[in-house]
């Protein structure tokens, strides 16, 4: 507005040219003025953030940052993050305008996690204008903050949202238990009607007459989930929920549930055994039992005792949540020697694994025999794609669908051998369904505890 007018009219009007040399160096002198004066107005700036910001995959999340301004006059402020590409943040940066008289001023960043895993974010650019606006004073200021990102359990506690009712042990259904519990109570005197197993032989012997032992239901049994992260978790797995949805079905939650799936990478089976086990850590701390975690590939990776409390369940999660597929096959002989020598006491141990690897199964059965006498085991995998005996399927067109009937055929045939031997051992095995794997989980759990076989 200033400098093209005057430079025009001074080469074209020579009379008017020490007036416009006036004007066009003058506007240069304020404009150096205005860098003089504003160098360093970013220094009275200061931003801060939380060291540590825990959010749910695929679920919107705010980074809070506080803005100290020593000035406390009114300014517009520029700050922009260097998010990774996990991190899908809707505004590139974010612009706000720190108000007059006012030192601390609370923004916050919305962003959306789209990998689990734990992330570092070193670095907060700012940028403000100079004290004229004919500048843009830029700077770097360092931080240390780490976005947690973890797994989303949302889906899969619909599937069981009467168990997580905050209720209380009312408000839970009731659920018949099979025997009389096995976890000794107290002892009285005899009762006409009791069994002779149940009398305490020497207590009878001191006092004079039949004394009985009386028995509770055991409330505090130990869990352990048994996660395998090698090389056979890091295949791919797809949502049947949504390929098979009606497509007449609308509303709200449908079109959020399908605008969520839309933005998800494809998940691996690690992905789902996560989930499965930190919603069985739920289910047992409602039950009142002891929940523990250990990830394995070829060696042990992590381990966390079984306890309870929102501590400890968070403690789990921490141990979890960074957890990623190793390119390596499973040692089954490490994972079992070291359960063998830690845990003292008969637990509830659930394998997450993949067994469908003839190799991988006899070295799986063959190290079940060092913990399934002290140890209640279930071992558990994600039903293979294509998994199905042979002529079940009538729609075989080609020759490539005949071939890959008869792998279907075989790989359901080795599992049902699988399953016999492990099943003569005293092990439980049971195929799970991807859509359905936490529901299914849990109810092999509560199965366990009606029954009491623990």
Same mark, same amino acid.
């Given at each position: 507005?200033?400098?093209?007018?005057?430079?025009?009219?001074?080469?074209?009007?020579?009379?008017?040219?020490?007036?416009?040399?006036?004007?066009?160096?003058?506007?240069?002198?304020?404009?150096?003025?205005?860098?003089?004066?504003?160098?360093?107005?970013?220094?009275?700036?200061?931003?801060?953030?939380?060291?540590?910001?825990?959010?749910?995959?695929?679920?919107?999340?705010?980074?809070?940052?506080?803005?100290?301004?020593?000035?406390?006059?009114?300014?517009?402020?520029?700050?922009?993050?260097?998010?990774?590409?996990?991190?899908?943040?809707?505004?590139?940066?974010?612009?706000?305008?720190?108000?007059?008289?006012?030192?601390?001023?609370?923004?916050?960043?919305?962003?959306?996690?789209?990998?689990?895993?734990?992330?570092?974010?070193?670095?907060?650019?700012?940028?403000?204008?100079?004290?004229?606006?004919?500048?843009?004073?830029?700077?770097?200021?360092?931080?240390?903050?780490?976005?947690?990102?973890?797994?989303?359990?949302?889906?899969?506690?619909?599937?069981?949202?009467?168990?997580?009712?905050?209720?209380?042990?009312?408000?839970?259904?009731?659920?018949?238990?099979?025997?009389?519990?096995?976890?000794?109570?107290?002892?009285?005197?005899?009762?006409?009607?009791?069994?002779?197993?149940?009398?305490?032989?020497?207590?009878?012997?001191?006092?004079?007459?039949?004394?009985?032992?009386?028995?509770?239901?055991?409330?505090?049994?130990?869990?352990?989930?048994?996660?395998?992260?090698?090389?056979?978790?890091?295949?791919?797995?797809?949502?049947?929920?949504?390929?098979?949805?009606?497509?007449?079905?609308?509303?709200?939650?449908?079109?959020?549930?399908?605008?969520?799936?839309?933005?998800?990478?494809?998940?691996?089976?690690?992905?789902?055994?996560?989930?499965?086990?930190?919603?069985?850590?739920?289910?047992?701390?409602?039950?009142?039992?002891?929940?523990?975690?250990?990830?394995?590939?070829?060696?042990?990776?992590?381990?966390?005792?079984?306890?309870?409390?929102?501590?400890?369940?968070?403690?789990?999660?921490?141990?979890?949540?960074?957890?990623?597929?190793?390119?390596?096959?499973?040692?089954?002989?490490?994972?079992?020697?070291?359960?063998?020598?830690? %845990?003292? /006491? @008969?637990?509830? #141990? *659930?394998?997450?694994?993949?067994?469908?690897? =003839?190799? &991988?199964?006899?070295? +799986?059965?063959?190290?079940?025999? %060092?913990? /399934? @006498?002290?140890? #209640? *085991?279930?071992?558990?995998?994600?039903?293979? =794609?294509? &998994?199905?005996?042979? +002529?079940?399927?009538?729609?075989?067109?080609?020759?490539?669908?005949?071939?890959?009937?008869?792998?279907?055929?075989?790989?359901?045939?080795?599992?049902?051998?699988?399953?016999?031997?492990?099943?003569?051992?005293?092990?439980?095995?049971?195929?799970?369904?991807?859509?359905?794997?936490?529901?299914?989980?849990?109810?092999?759990?509560?199965?366990?505890?009606?029954?009491?076989?623990?």
């Amino acid at each position: 507005m200033v400098g093209v007018p005057f430079a025009t009219a001074g080469a074209l009007v020579p009379s008017v040219l020490p007036i416009a040399l006036l004007v066009v160096g003058g506007l240069f002198v304020i404009a150096l003025l205005d860098v003089a004066v504003s160098y360093g107005k970013l220094n009275g700036i200061r931003v801060a953030f939380p060291a540590v910001v825990r959010m749910t995959k695929d679920r919107e999340g705010r980074i809070e940052v506080r803005v100290q301004n020593d000035t406390a006059r009114e300014q517009l402020l520029r700050l922009g993050l260097a998010f990774p590409p996990e991190i899908r943040a809707e505004k590139e940066d974010l612009v706000a305008l720190l108000p007059a008289g006012a030192q601390q001023s609370r923004l916050e960043w919305p962003c959306t996690p789209a990998k689990r895993g734990s992330y570092r974010l070193t670095t907060c650019h700012l940028e403000g204008a100079s004290l004229f606006g004919f500048w843009s004073l830029r700077t770097a200021v360092p931080i240390d903050l780490e976005v947690r990102a973890y797994p989303n359990l949302s889906r899969d506690r619909k599937d069981l949202a009467a168990l997580f009712l905050n209720r209380g042990n009312f408000g839970l259904h009731a659920q018949r238990q099979v025997g009389k519990g096995r976890d000794f109570e107290k002892l009285r005197d005899y009762i006409a009607g009791d069994g002779f197993e149940d009398i305490h032989w020497k207590a009878t012997a001191k006092r004079g007459h039949p004394v009985t032992k009386v028995f509770q239901i055991e409330r505090t049994q130990e869990v352990y989930v048994i996660i395998d992260a090698s090389r056979l978790s890091a295949r791919l797995v797809s949502d049947l929920r949504f390929e098979t949805r009606d497509p007449a079905e609308t509303g709200p939650a449908v079109e959020d549930e399908l605008r969520i799936a839309s933005h998800e990478s494809p998940a691996t089976e690690l992905e789902r055994f996560l989930t499965a086990a930190l919603v069985l850590g739920l289910a047992a701390e409602k039950q009142g039992d002891l929940f523990g975690v250990l990830s394995f590939a070829d060696r042990v990776k992590s381990f966390v005792r079984a306890k309870n409390g929102k501590q400890h369940y968070d403690s789990c999660r921490d141990a979890l949540y960074t957890l990623q597929p190793q390119l390596v096959n499973p040692d089954f002989d490490d994972v079992c020697t070291f359960l063998r020598l830690r %845990l003292r /006491r @008969r637990a509830l #141990l *659930v394998f997450l694994t993949n067994l469908d690897d =003839p190799v &991988l199964a006899e070295s +799986f059965v063959r190290n079940m025999d %060092l913990i /399934r @006498r002290q140890h #209640l *085991v279930l071992v558990n995998m994600m039903q293979p =794609p294509g &998994l199905r005996p042979l +002529f079940s399927d009538p729609s075989v067109a080609t020759t490539d669908d005949l071939y890959r009937h008869l792998g279907g055929h075989i790989l359901w045939h080795n599992l049902r051998e699988l399953d016999s031997v492990l099943r003569s051992r005293g092990v439980q095995f049971a195929l799970l369904d991807n859509e359905r794997m936490s529901a299914q989980l849990v109810s092999q759990y509560l199965d366990v505890k009606r029954r009491q076989i623990l």
